[in-house]
Structure formats: structure tokens, C-alpha cells
């Protein structure tokens, strides 16, 4: 059983990995993402739609939790600042 504050960190990631990885996308973004069945696949990034992503294709269903590289460069967007500062053009 979890703590209350292994609880509340688990449910906080959904929004901290959305506002890491809005930052870093841009659209013709690749990203490799894990989709069901636990199948890892790439996406060309075009959008936004809430808090999902949305691929070139008009699939919009991708969470930023399940973006592991994003143009062959390994990320975690719940701690996405130390592995994709480097993405981010000024």
C-alpha cells in the first residue's frame, strides 16, 4: 500500500510531465512512445489537444507520460529538465 505522499507524488506526475514536455515539443518533433499493448512506436509531433499529444496522423490520444525519446534523445518528462534542457532552442 502507498504512503499518502507516494499517492499524491504518483498522481502529480500526469501534470508535471505535461508542463515539462509543452516546453520542449515542437511540432515535426519525433517521439517514441509506448502505446497498448505496451508497444513502443514513433510519432511525428504536430499538437496539442489538452493535455494530449496529437501525432501527424490526427491521433490524439499519446500522454507525455508514455514519450520516452523525443528525436532519438532519451527523456523522462517527470523529471525532464536534466535529460532535455538541450532541446530547448532560446
Do not use: Y
Not at 82 to 87: D, E, G, I, R, V
Amino acid at each position: 500500500m502507498l504512503s499518502r505522499d507516494e499517492r499524491e507524488h504518483r498522481l502529480h506526475l500526469p501534470v508535471v510531465a505535461e508542463a515539462s514536455a509543452k516546453k520542449v515539443n515542437k511540432a515535426v518533433d519525433r517521439l517514441r512512445v509506448d502505446k497498448c499493448p505496451g508497444r513502443k512506436r514513433w510519432i511525428t509531433f504536430r499538437e496539442w489537444d489538452g493535455p494530449w499529444i496529437v501525432s501527424s496522423t490526427g491521433i490524439n490520444d499519446f500522454s507525455p507520460l508514455s514519450v520516452d525519446r523525443v528525436n532519438d534523445l532519451q527523456v523522462d518528462f517527470t523529471d525532464c529538465m536534466p535529460l532535455a534542457t538541450h532541446l530547448v532552442e532560446g
